[in-house]
Every structure is written in structure tokens, then in C-alpha cells.
């Protein structure tokens, strides 16, 4: 696969969750390419397999059967450590509830995928890291601690640090799902530029009706498959 | 620092009071555990240095006299070069006939730092209180000295007056009060029907009372005019360099000398064995503080993966293994082992400091008149090692619990 290709692709995705009686098919065989510089709305409604999708293709979970390749590499059925290093290298996170590490600051927070991807010394990293910030507009809070921050500002914290490492996809569950609709757009517009700007996938899900017209492609789910 | 330290710093903060308490459990357990071995070891080795400052390292008594011989093995043709060790047994022989060579063989082991010769009979003694029966040992003084602490022993009177005068004695301190005799006075020693004065030129205390009721030293010259043994010995006294090492040396100059040999290690044992048991069986006890501080640990460390499950998951996220997961958990149990550890260690040290100036008065079977301790490293290396095995065993359940979550679960909300 080249660099013109999907940077991630997947194919015949099947997922069950639950066990017994309550065992649920969630995803029915999706196949899903992302592209990069573009950004991947995943719509539709609840419980129909959206953010299991987002956590197949984020390598956070195990398909039951079907392939994932991140960079034409096969990564689905790899060992633990070789999916967390790709999710390190390849993959940046942005969950509907920030789930920013309240005990760091913005900064330290920032900083925490460089310290383990290494690539950076300590003063790159910071710089970068301020960079990052700077970028999301929250240059003059970057040693405020999570809980100092408001909702809408921790989220583009998480933003920054999604692209800490220069990821290559950047997945995102309901990322203004928590948001106002000023702090919506705002997330969103960022998300879109930076993806745009340094060529990454965003592959996003959302019930925002909004966030889907404005993105680049639309693929709307139900009971586990693409319609 | 690496990321994982980090991480394990700021997570400690998370439930600060209860990594606090289990901190203090740590550093009291640790501490409590090396002043109980320092106390426990103390009074050991207190007792050690008293039994060899009165008894010696070694006691050269009864020879042994075999009586297995062995025979020329008579072959087919006659004569043969074969000896049968005939089986017969052995004799004992109370005494020593010729304690000066024995004494000489003796002084040529190596590790051997002192002999003397000891003659001892049981005597009635007689003062103008009362009568009572005694030990009376004979001594050459400097040869004795040699292989015991008499000299600073002494609490009334002294050895110089005991040196010049051919009649002086040296009475144990219970024997002089029960007597109500002091350096100057006399008494009467009376043995197979014949009297003789002596004058007490000191009183000695060992602080073992069955010693100090009952032993009286006086010249080997005089002791054998008095007990009519003009040869022979009772049994010699032998110090030793190196003390620790007395029952090999037993096991080797009873070959030599054909005489038994008893170690101070198997006269004493029963003691020992007792205080043993005492220096275990308090370790277990204070070890306790240890145990419960771990299981806090353990429960601390249990909360706070629960209470982290989300970030455990948004690190996973990052790239970070389960490895570097469970040892962010592993370093907390680490920093608060270490601080605990660091704490204990000056608490027991401060704390057996001030025990050993507690006045307490022991007589019978040594004399102090304070607590006694024994400063060892190996007591602190002890405490830090159970610390160490309970603290990071308590921390290695939850590390692998975190480790083990699965990240996709956590963020769905199905973990745990």
C-alpha cells in the first residue's frame, strides 16, 4: 500500500459483545476505507455499531473476524504489543469525555504520548507540546491542571494531545457530543483544519447533524453494517 | 525520570490519606521490628559475653578412655596386615591428671587466646552470720583473667590485694551480702574436717546468680592444700579468639587431647534455644504491622485502579503497554515501600537508641541495669526485606488487574 492509498482500511469486520442470551452481533461485516487530508463522518443510530467500529479500527478491541491494515501493514490480528505500538505510532484518540489525566496539567498531558513514543527530548517535546497548544488556543493555559479547565477546553486539550505524536488517523467518539454548540464547532473546525493542514485522517463519530454536513464523507450505520 | 514514575508520582496524590496510612504502617512495622530484634539480640549477646566472661568459650573436663582395641585379623596362612577395631565402648575418667600439658597442648591451637587451670571442690563456708556450702575454685589469677572478665567484675575491693595476699578470696556478690562480708573481713572454709581462714580481698558480681551465690575464687596453691589434691585439675578454662568457632575447635582438641571438650554453644544451649525462640517469635509478631500495612497497600492500590480505569485506558490509547501499566502501579508500591522503609529505618534507630538508656534492673542470669541492644545492619536489611516481599506482592495483585484491562471495555463502560 502506498502513500496515495487508505491509510486505514478495514474489511468483513464482524464483533459480537455480550455473552449467553444476551451475546449481540454488532457489526455484520463493515468494510471502511479512511483517506487521508479527509475527514469521516460515522453516523447513525444508537447502538447500531458505531463506536464499536471506532474501537475495532482504533485497535482497542479484538474483531471476532474480518482485517484492519493501518499503512497497508495487516495489524488486526497481531499481538498486544504490536497493536499498542501502532496505536502509539499511527493512531490519535479523542473521546466524548476528554478523559484528559486531571492530576497533569494541559501541558503535561500534551506531553504524555511523546514521553512514550521517545522520539522527542524533553524540550522538544515541551515546545511541541506548546505548539500544540497553542494551536487549540489555549497557549496561555498550559499549566493549568485538567480540573481547572472547562469542558469545552479540555476537549482541545485532548485534541492537541491526539496529535501529539503527528498520527496519521486521528478517531474521535462523539467528539462534541459534551459540547456546547460554540465549543462544537470550534472542536470540530480544528479537527478538520489540522487533518487538512498535515494530511490525517479523522474518522469520527457523531449524532451531530451539523458536524456530519460539514464533513468530507458520510457513512451512515445501522444494525452493525454500512446503508 | 520515566514516564511511568511520572505517572506513578501523580497517581500517589489520587488518595494521599491512604497511601499516608499505609506509609506510617510500613515505617512502624519496619520500625517496631528492628528495635524488638535490637532488644531481642541485645539481651542474647549480653548473655553470650557474660557466660564467656565467667565460663569461657570452652571447658576441658573428664578424659575419655577408650576401650576398643583394635586386633591383628588372623588370615588363612596366619599373621595379616588387617586391624579390626574391636567394638567396646568408653570409659570415663573424671578430672585432668596432668593439667599442664594438657594447658600446653591446648595453647598451641591457633584460635586459643587463654588456659586456666581451675581446681574446684564444694566446701563449707562459716562466718560469724551464718554457714553455707560453696564452690571454691583455685585459680593461678593472671592465667584466669585470661580466659574470663573477672576483672571488671570486681564491685568492692581489688585484685592487687588479692595478688599480694596468699589467704585473699574472691566472693560473688549474692554469697557476700547474704554473708555480710566486705573486702577486709574474714571467713572460714572447712573441708574433709580441716578449717582454714581466708580474707576477702574483693567481691565480684557476674550478674548470674547461681555463680555469684555460690563461687569463691581463691589461689590454686591454697586450693589444693585445702581440697588435698596436690595434682590434677577439675577442668580447664579455654578463651578463644574467635568464639564463634568453638565447636569445631572442641571437636578438635578433644581429639588431641583425649579429653571432653564442651563448647560454651552446647552448655548453654537451652538458654540460647530460648532466646531463639524469643528474637523469632517477636519478629513474627512485629511482622504483623507489616502484613496488615500490605494488605492496606493492597486496598489502596485496588481503589485507585478502579478509580483509574479511564486514564489506564487513555494511556493504553497513547501506546502504552500493559507493562508500562502495571509498573505504574508497581512504582507506587515501590515509592511508598521505600518511603516507609527510609522512615522505619531512623525510627527504629531513634527509637532502640532510646530504649537502651531505659533503666531496667536484671539479675540471674547476667547484670544490667539497663535495656540492652544490639546494634546490627542485618536487623534494618531484615525489616526491609519483609517490608519489601509484603509491600510488593500487595502491589503486584492491582498492577496486573490494571494491566489486564482491556481499553475498548473501559472506554464502552463494560470493564471491571
Known amino acids: 500500500m502506498t502513500a496515495a492509498g487508505p491509510v486505514l482500511r478495514c474489511a468483513g469486520l464482524h464483533r459480537y459483545l455480550g455473552h449467553g442470551a444476551g451475546r449481540v452481533h454488532v457489526l455484520r461485516g463493515v468494510s471502511f476505507e479512511a483517506e487521508r487530508g479527509c475527514v469521516h463522518a460515522i453516523v447513525g443510530p444508537s447502538g447500531c455499531g458505531k463506536s464499536t467500529l471506532l474501537y475495532q479500527l482504533g485497535l482497542l478491541d479484538r474483531p471476532d473476524d474480518g482485517q484492519i491494515w493501518i499503512n497497508g501493514e495487516t495489524i488486526s490480528n497481531s499481538s498486544d504489543a504490536l497493536r499498542t505500538a501502532a496505536r502509539g505510532r499511527h493512531l490519535g484518540f479523542v473521546f466524548q469525555f476528554h478523559f484528559l489525566l486531571l492530576e497533569f496539567t494541559a501541558l503535561e498531558n500534551v506531553m504524555m504520548p511523546m514521553r512514550k513514543f521517545g522520539r522527542l527530548d524533553e524540550a522538544g517535546m515541551a515546545t511541541r507540546a506548546r505548539r500544540l497548544l497553542d494551536e487549540v488556543g489555549l497557549g496561555d493555559k498550559t499549566h493549568r491542571l485538567g480540573t481547572e479547565l472547562s469542558g469545552g477546553e479540555q476537549q482541545r486539550v485532548a485534541v492537541a494531545r491526539a496529535l501529539a505524536n503527528e498520527p496519521a488517523v486521528i478517531l474521535a467518539d462523539e467528539p462534541t457530543g459534551n459540547l456546547d454548540q460554540s465549543n462544537s464547532a470550534m472542536v470540530f473546525d480544528l479537527l478538520a483544519r489540522l487533518a487538512r493542514e498535515n494530511g490525517q485522517a479523522v474518522v469520527l463519530v457523531t449524532h451531530n447533524p451539523e458536524i456530519a454536513r460539514r464533513s468530507d464523507r458520510v457513512l451512515a450505520m445501522r444494525d452493525g453494517v454500512f446503508v | ?416
Open chain 2, 1 to 416: 525520570m520515566s514516564p511511568n514514575l511520572r505517572i506513578a508520582l501523580r497517581f500517589l496524590t489520587a488518595r494521599k490519606r491512604a497511601m499516608f496510612m499505609s506509609l506510617f504502617g510500613i515505617m512502624f512495622g519496619v520500625g517496631f521490628f528492628i528495635v524488638t530484634q535490637a532488644q531481642t539480640s541485645g539481651f542474647e549477646s549480653f548473655f553470650i559475653k557474660t557466660i564467656l566472661g565467667t565460663n569461657g568459650a570452652l571447658r576441658i573436663e573428664d578424659r575419655m578412655q577408650a576401650t576398643m582395641f583394635p586386633m591383628e585379623a588372623d588370615g588363612a596362612a596366619g599373621g595379616s596386615d588387617f586391624l579390626i577395631a574391636g567394638e567396646g565402648g568408653r570409659k570415663i575418667i573424671p578430672g585432668i591428671e596432668d593439667p599442664f600439658r594438657i594447658s600446653e597442648a591446648v595453647r598451641r591451637f591457633k584460635n586459643v587466646s587463654g588456659v586456666s587451670i581451675v581446681l574446684q571442690g564444694t566446701v563449707n563456708l562459716s562466718t560469724n552470720v551464718s554457714g553455707d556450702s560453696v564452690r571454691v575454685q583455685g585459680v593461678n589469677i593472671d592465667d584466669h583473667l585470661a580466659v574470663s572478665d573477672l576483672a571488671s567484675q570486681i564491685v568492692q575491693g581489688d585484685l592487687a590485694d588479692y595478688r599480694l595476699t596468699p589467704a585473699g578470696a574472691l566472693v560473688g556478690s549474692v554469697l557476700a551480702s547474704r554473708q555480710n562480708l566486705h573486702p577486709g573481713d574474714t571467713f572460714t572454709l572447712e573441708w574433709n574436717g580441716e578449717a582454714r581462714r581466708y580474707r576477702v580481698s574483693a567481691v565480684y558480681e557476674t550478674g548470674v546468680s547461681d555463680i555469684d551465690r555460690v563461687r569463691v575464687y581463691i589461689h590454686l596453691a591454697e586450693a589444693r592444700s585445702l581440697l588435698q589434691k596436690p595434682t590434677g585439675a577439675t577442668f580447664i578454662q579455654v578463651n578463644l579468639f574467635d568464639h564463634e568457632r568453638a565447636p569445631e575447635d572442641a571437636v578438635r582438641i578433644q581429639e588431641v587431647i583425649g579429653h571432653t571438650v564442651a563448647p560454651w554453644q552446647r552448655r548453654e544451649k537451652t538458654w540460647l534455644d530460648v532466646f531463639r525462640a524469643l528474637r523469632f517469635s517477636s519478629a513474627l509478631t512485629v511482622s504483623t504491622i507489616i502484613l496488615i500495612s500490605g494488605l492496606a497497600m493492597f486496598n489502596t492500590l485496588a481503589m485507585v485502579v478502579m478509580e483509574k480505569t479511564k486514564d489506564i485506558a487513555i494511556l493504553r490509547s497513547m501506546g502504552y503497554t500493559r507493562r508500562d501499566i502495571a509498573r505504574v502501579f508497581i512504582w507506587q508500591g515501590a515509592i511508598v515501600l521505600a518511603a516507609g522503609a527510609i522512615l522505619g529505618c531512623v525510627f527504629g534507630a531513634v527509637a532502640t537508641y532510646g530504649v537502651s538508656k531505659l533503666p531496667i534492673r536484671i539479675r540471674g542470669i547476667f547484670s544490667t541495669d539497663s535495656f540492652v541492644v544490639a546494634w546490627s545492619p542485618w536487623h534494618y536489611v531484615a525489616a526491609v526485606t519483609i517490608a519489601a516481599v509484603v509491600v510488593m506482592a500487595a502491589s503486584l495483585i492491582p498492577a496486573r488487574r490494571a494491566a489486564r484491562l482491556e481499553p475498548g471495555d473501559v472506554i464502552r463502560g463494560t470493564a471491571l
